[in-house]
């Protein structure tokens, strides 16, 4: 369907601001700002389309972000070096207005693994673009950045849903040991250096039960964006045992006759429907293992999922993990976002990986 892949390229630069933030939706009211962690993936997927200069554009959007807020990430930091409480507003935020200033309305902000994502696509982005090092203001919010997160990555934080502030999550380890190792990629090291590692150790040791990884610390059932700890994160290859095992997990609790991928079993925002984005991951991930035929089939799907002019949606309520909910988050809130630009960049990465492979 190429028709559709152009479409999925034109509707991120279409909401793409001058500001270079990527709108997440522009349907869906609670969405109109940019998150790190949706912005790096969508980065990332125009830096595979050849557009180069729409990702440079993010990724300097988030430097300027990071960087006015130098004080308050360093008084962060301090605060838990000395082992101090840390209040709402220390923490960089999980997303901005498009102008890169705060929101006004109440949201659980507290969320590290965009942050995490965000250094890992800047890694990525660097070899793309050819440049040879991070521009000066890129490397001073990237290094303040990976310093941050070497300080809090302990600390428990809202998961990648935007739920579950109370714990740690696997998921989120990942993203912050895949985004310093980008940066030790590049050369570049400090004090924070040593975190992956410490990661690493812990989740092996903390966030894994009967033989898989587990959504969170203390909660042993599974959660499809654990496909990330090896797509693309690498904290474990997408072949270990680990892994492989994990997936079988999804594939027997999070999907139903052959469609998408639910996020976890308990999922009640609007119904717990299929998640185009985690299918397309999903497929992503069976390209990593050789399995091109699967990688194919959800292919297919995440294609079939688009409406009349293209966009897709950020689920789709055709099986539902708690059917009730469907019609209060409509009242609530409205109807289900589309496009969502971040399902939108898992459908071109996933359409890269399966051409890398065939």
């Known amino acids: 369907m190429t028709d559709l892949y152009r479409y999925s390229i034109q509707v991120i630069l279409t909401h793409q601001s001058d500001t270079g933030a990527y709108l997440a939706s522009p349907s869906f009211p609670d969405y109109r700002y940019c998150w790190f962690r949706d912005g790096a993936y969508i980065a990332y997927a125009m830096d595979l389309a050849g557009q180069v200069e729409s990702a440079r554009r993010f990724h300097a959007w988030c430097s300027r972000v990071v960087n ?44 590290l693994d965009g942050l995490g994502t965000w250094l890992w696509a800047l890694a990525e982005h660097i070899r793309f673009s ?39 999550h696997p998921y989120t380890l990942a993203a912050i040991y895949g985004g310093l190792r980008g940066l030790m990629s590049l050369g570049l090291e400090g004090t924070w250096s040593e975190a992956p ?11 894994v039960a009967d033989g898989r990884l587990v959504k969170s610390i203390g909660n042993p059932v599974v959660d499809a964006s654990l496909l990330g700890v090896a797509t693309p994160y690498r904290l474990v290859e997408p072949t270990d045992p680990l892994m492989r ?39 992503w991930y069976y390209t990593e293992v050789g399995e091109v035929e699967r990688a194919a089939e959800l292919l297919a799907w995440v294609e079939a999922q688009a409406d009349e002019q293209g966009n897709l949606p950020e689920q789709v309520p055709r099986t539902l993990t708690s059917p009730p909910h469907l019609e209060m988050w409509r009242r609530q809130r409205g109807e289900i976002a589309q496009p969502l630009l971040w399902s939108h960049a898992k459908y071109i990465i996933l359409r890269h990986a399966l051409k890398a492979r065939v």
Do not use: M, S
């Not at 590692?197 to 966030?207: T, V």
């Open 245 to 283: 095992a994990t997936v079988e997990r999804i594939e027997e609790d999070l999907r139903r006759d052959g469609g998408g991928v639910h996020r976890y079993a308990a999922d009640t925002y609007y119904g717990g429907g299929e998640w185009v984005l985690l299918t397309a991951w999903l497929g």
């Open 197 to 207: 590692e410490k990661i690493r150790a812990y989740l092996l040791a903390h966030g």
């Open 130 to 168: 050819g440049l040879d090092a991070l521009p000066a203001g890129w490397q001073e919010a990237a290094l303040l950045v990976a310093r941050y997160l070497a300080a809090l990555w302990t600390h428990p934080c809202y998961d990648c849903w935007e739920e579950f502030g109370d714990r740690v």
């Open 68 to 111: 006015h807020r130098r004080d308050g990430v360093e008084q962060a930091i301090e605060k838990a070096r000395r082992g101090e409480r840390l209040d709402e507003g220390d923490y960089l935020h999980t997303r901005y207005t498009l102008d890169g200033e705060d929101g006004e309305d109440d949201w659980p902000n507290f969320q």
